[in-house]
Structures are given as C-alpha cells and as structure tokens.
C-alpha cells in the first residue's frame, strides 16, 4: 500500500491550522496590556508513511508549537489536523501509544532511575509484549552503544549519552511515527553522526515515519529528502533540500588563520572576504559549490596555517530567501 | 452501560500506571537503604515533634479547651493519619508548578498514561510511610485511652473518618496543584490548608475562634476530617451546634471536595493545553 | 568589603524577584500564626504566667516566630541548597580558588537573603497579628533596636548552622538527612513550637543554652523586655558567643574540606 513515498495515503495531515496564544505584558507598574501572538498561523501540509522530513526555522518561528499540536500536547486554535486519522488533541493518550517523541531540550526518561529501569517503565506503560520489547531494546543497544550506560541514573549521563539514550526509549515501542525536537542540539560530533545512522536505519527498516526540527542543516542533509521551512509561523518552503539551497542561495564559508595580518584575499574564483580579523579571514562561496578548488586557490598563494569550513546556518539561508524574493 | 465501562476501564488504567511508577520509585529508594531509613525516621522525628509540643503543654496542664490529653491525642492522630495517607499517595501532585515551569509536563502528555497519575506518582516519596507511621502509634494509643463504648458501627465511624479525612486532604492536594497551572509558584498557599490544616485539626475546637471554626466547617471543610466525626466517637458536642447527622457526612464531603478537585484539576489541564504555559 | 556588600545585595535581590512565592509564603505564615496563637491563648487560659510570660507576651512571641521563620531559614535550605549542590558536583573546586573567602561570601548572600525575607515575609505577618490580637509590642526604639541587632546575629547563627550541614555533603554521598535532622532541632530548640521557658524543667534550662536558643528564643525576648538594662547586652553577647563558635568551625571543617578537594585534585 505504501511505498515510501506515500503521498496518496498521508499519515500525517494538517488542514489551515492556528495557535493563537494570548500574551500577557506589563505596562506600567500595575496595568498589563494583552495581546496576540500566532505562533502558528495557517499551515497546511501532509506527510506520507514512511516519510522522513525535516521542519526548520528561525527560533521563535512555530516548530515546536507544531509538534506540540501533532503530539496532543496543544489544542489548536483553529483549523483540523490528523495524526493516522487520529485527532491528536482529543484522543491524546491513545495516540501516545502510537508515536514516540523525542525533545532536545528535556529528557523524556526518569531523571533519577538508572536507565534500564526507565525502558522497564516504558516497556510496561506502553505494555510493549516482551519479545517485541527484547529486540527493540538489543538493537537500541547495539546501535547505539548504550551497553555501558543501562546501569546509570540517567541525571549522570552526558547530554549525547542522554540523547542517545532517549532516542531508544522513544522506539522501543515500535510507534509509527517519530518526532524529534532538535535532537542533535548540543552534541558533539561523534554523537551526531551516531544519532544520524541511527536515524536513518530506522527509517530505512522499520518504515517509521519521521518528523525532525533542527537548527542544524547538516541532519537535514544527511537525513530528509524533504524539508519545510517555517517563519512567523507560515510555511514558506515544502520541496527538496537542494531547491532550498538554490531559492536561498546558501552560502559556505572558508575560515582561514594566515601565518600573519594579511590585506583582505582577492582574486580566488567565486569566492569573495566577508570578514577579517587579525590573520584569520572569512571568504563566502557558494553552497552548491565545491570548497576544494577554492581551498587550493588559497593555499597556493598565502601562507595558509589553518582552515576549517562552515556550513549555511539555517537563520541565514532563510533570510536570503526573503532577500531573493525581494528582489 | 458502555460510557460506565468505559470510565471503569479508564480508573483501570490509571492504577495499574500509578503502580507501576511507584514500584519502580520504591525499588530504586530501597537501593540506598541507609538513606532511605534516616529519612524516614526525619520524617516520622518532623510530625513527632508536633505531638512532643502537645506532651510538652500538657505537662503543664491536664486540660486544653476542656480536652485531656488521651482526646487531644486521638485528634493529633486521626488528623496526622488522614494528611499522612494522602501525604503519601498523592502528596507530589504539588510539584506540577514546578514541572510547569520547566517544562517537563509537556513530557508527561505524550506518555500512555493519565497526567495526574503520572505526576501524583513521580517521584514516589517512600520515606513518608515515616509520618503515617508515627501517626498510627499516636492514634492506636489513644484509641486504647480514650473512653469510647466501642461498637461496630463505631469502628466503622473511625475508619471512615481515616478515609474521608484522607480524601479531603488528597482533594486539597490537588486543587492547590491545580491552581498551580495558573500561579507556578504558589505551592506554599496549599500548606495552609494541608500542614496548616492538621496543625489545626490537632486541637480541640473549642481552643478556636467560632470563626475560624465556622471557616473550617463550610468553606475549607476540614472539620469533617475529624473533628466531627472524633466528637461524635467521644461523645462531644461540636462548639457550633450542628444537627447530629452532619458528623457523619465526612464521605460525602470528602466524595463532592473529591469532585471539585477533578474539575479544577481538568479546567487548568485544559487551560494549559490551550495556551501551552 | 564592597564585594561582600555586592554579594549582600544580590542575595536580597534574587529573592525579591520571587514575588508569587513570597506572597504564598506570608499566606501561609499568617495561616499558622492565627492557629498557634489560639492554641496558645488556651494554653495560657488554663496557666496564666507560664514560662514567666503573660497572654499578650506569648501571643506576641507566636507572631515574632512566624515573621522570622523563613528569615533565619530555620527548616529550610535557605539559599545553601545551591551550595550543596556545587559541593556535590565538584564546581566548588572552582569557588576554593576564587580570591574572595567562600564562607564570608555565602554569609553575605545570606545576610542579604534574611534582610529581604524579614521585610517581605515578616512585617506582614506582624502587622495581620498585632490588628487580630492584643499583643505585647514595646515603645521604646532602644529595644527595637536591640532586636533588631540580635535578629542580625540570630541569622549568622542559623546560618552557621547550616553552613556545617552544607559542608557535610563533602564527605557524605547523601546528606539531605542530616539537613533534615538538623531542620527539625531548629525548629525544635529554637522554641518556634513553644516557647523554651515553657518546656519543663532542666529540659529547658539545658535548652536555652544551646546555640538554637539564639535563632528566636533570644530575639523575642529582647524584645518582650525580658532582659533588664545590661542584661540585654549579656544576651547578644550569647548569640554572638555562638555565632563566633559556629563560624570558627565552620572555617575549620571547611579548610579540612579543602585539603581533600586538593588532595583528590576536585
């Protein structure tokens, strides 16, 4: 019935939905004026069995309130949303059965129990059957090298452990559909591309249907064919990553450190100096292009120490959309 | 038909979640064994003091507001008993502020289990089996000491009174949390009426302004969590005057505070969920 | 001294910005004041003079107890939870090497905290109790004073106090049960349950001479006028006597924490 691409049979599906929150702020000593703040205004969007997608946007544009609409945490203000034909907000709990969430900020597991304690917890308040329960938990722990920390509080685990951890427990119930807010904040660089793998086998295998914000454009490149952009709680981009790049026209930037206080670098091929300060300067290209002819072009003509490279942040390639719409 | 079991089913549910988190709160206390005993003992040594006061004042006198010491110990120890119990059950539902402002409700919504159950549970505090402990000996001696014509409808006036005086405070427990969701920071306000409560309730009656009795009798109703029914068992007259039958509507009271708190609670879930802090 | 008084203020602003939880908190001091202050009345009906105090005297010293109850942070962390917790975690290696001495410095956090709590948590109190009861307020400003000044000591002995709690989690893997253990003797022998010239006997004698004595016995009867002239002076002098002890231990259990810290470098 599916075949991945799913579009035909959605599974998840939002209808002109609105958060509308009320805000309180003070004005004056006593006197507190309200007003209103959409932090969803108007989405409408479905995604297919199967799909793994990644929403992004500034802070503040209206991710996490979406996903707190499609958990049942938030009652939407206005318009219809269905999670497998399940309205989130009036049928919470039976849902939560269905769905694992992961949050970034917050660990879903108990703070104070060892970690195998919280899975037991899980296994149970799910009722997840044993067998089902065993699999899930030996793959978790094999993939995600959780053997070490099964016996630890979980308040003594590092933040990628923890992450690590939490992603399992969202799993082990065999939910359809996975949300994962911000689920790489913070971790270094072995933990993100361990929670990657991760990510994309299950989706890959188990044909899980995943939701993922993210700051981070790298999960987004390495996971999702498919990206949304949100601000001001509009969608304002649903389609492939690459198209994102290009309506955005994302730029890379090469840090270089010189051996000493150099004039501004000129005259490399497609790149231009954004920034310099001391010996290190900052020269922007273009996101579709490679970084090594620009590199070599450096290296060959000032004396090059160190060099790293950074890719677009998700603030900027969003604000040159709108830039490039302007225009 | 099908709506009730539906409701029976739900209640189902939500036990069989709270005992799950409890036992694994208790497994994981009784790891640090120590730990837990020396809080225990805190615990019961914290209520103790409360009733050492009362010995202290009575080896001063031998009556207090007309009460000797065997009456105002079976007053000491219903009311600590009743807070104890509800205490021990529910007694963590006034961290919802907290957990408000944190944030870490959101991640008791997305679980399989009722909010209230798992925020009731979490965290289960063993160490105040410690209170109900002390309250019990207090009571079960004033029991043996009080002069009291015991029949079986007597007994069951005094276990009625444990339950309903319980579920008046577990009612009060969850009102104050339910305020929470609209002041995160007011959990002390409920102390008042819980540990400020029990202070009172340790007393007899006559010790209080008719005011402060009246108050405690038809706004807060914690005179019906022992005070009427323990003077009934003693056969006191209570300092208001009221018809001989209201002694006996603790469980009522208890069942419509119970109610009450279930609206409340529902209301400022719902107000949450709508505005998301 | 100017970053002590730094220090200072920013203890007391920190919990001026709890306005909701102050509110909550003088509720449920009143709430407690008016229920102690009938049991009192009864107690006093039936022995007038008990404990060498009259009504008014015992109703006033309900009331003392309950505005100066989260000042001297008797059954509570009161602000050295977070001490405890960086002991706890080891950032306390980072506070040892710091220029500025680690118990002057929660000494004046503290000092800050209790000068708030007194003026938001402990006026109204006073105030709701003097309009609801007769009570045996002085008139003369030179034993205001007084109070005032035995007050400043019984917060550094309630904090030295638990000072010595908070140090104990250097050794201790758990030492929230000597907090609580160490909570309920304040409360006990500080007489916030009943006045310690009431408990019988050589019970109390023994009692009023321990250091909890300082955290409210003392300042409510400086300022019932139960010392004559210069046996004022000869009560401040107890509690400074103790608060002296107590932060020299302090400072001894406290450098034999540090040579640990060194040893097992943090």
Sequence with gaps: MTDGTGAETPFIELDGVRKVFQVRRKAGRLRRTKHEVRAVDGISFTVGRGEMVGYIGPNGAGKSTTVKMLTGILVPSAGRIRVAGIDPSRERTGLARRMGVVFGQRTTLWWDLPLRDSYELVRRMYRVPYDTYRKNLDRCVELLDLGPLLAAPVRQLSLGQRMRGDIAAALLHDPEVLYLDEPTIGLDVISKARVRDFLREVNASLDTTVLLTTHDLTDIEQLCRRVMVIDHGRLVYDGGLAGLH????????????LAREMAPIE??????????????????FPASQSAAPVVAAVAERWPLVDLSVREPDIEDVIARMYTGRAE | MAESFGRAALVRHG???????????????????ASFVIMAVGNAAGSGLEFVTILLMFSHIDTLGGFGLPEVALLCGSSATALGLADLLLGNVERLGSRVRDGTLDILLVRPAPVYVQVAADRFALRRVGRLAQAMVVLGWALTRVQVDWTPGRVVLVAAMLLSGAAIFGAIFTLGAAFQFWAQDAAQVQNSFTYGGNAMLQYPPSVFAKDLVRGATFVVPLAFVNWLPALRLMGRDDPLGLPGWVDFMGPVVAAVMCGGAALAWRAGLRGYRSTGS | MGLYAAVARGGFRRYATYRTATAAGVFTNTVFGFI???TYQALWAERPRLGGYDQAQALTFVWVGQALLATVALAIGGGLDELQERIRNGDIAVDLHRPADLQLWWLAADLGRAGFQLLGR???PMAVGALAFDLALPADPALWAAFLVSVVLAVTVGFALRYLVALTAFWLLDSAGVAVLSGLAAMFFSGMLLPLRAFPGGFGE?????PWASALQVPADVLLGRYEGAAVLGALAFQAGWAAALLTVGRLVQSAATRKVVVQGG
């Design chain 3, 36 to 38: 102690i202050a009938y």
């Design chain 3, 206 to 210: 023994v009692a009023r001479l321990l």
């Design chain 1, 267 to 284: 005259g490399v091929p497609g790149a231009r100096t954004v920034k310099v300060e001391g010996p290190r300067q900052w020269l922007a």
């Design chain 1, 246 to 257: 290009e309506v955005g026209e994302s730029e890379r930037t090469l840090v270089v450190d």
């Design chain 3, 122 to 124: 402990g006026v109204v």
């Design chain 2, 15 to 33: 036990v069989r979640a709270y005992l799950l988190i409890v036992a694994m709160w208790v497994r994981s206390t009784l790891t640090y064994r």
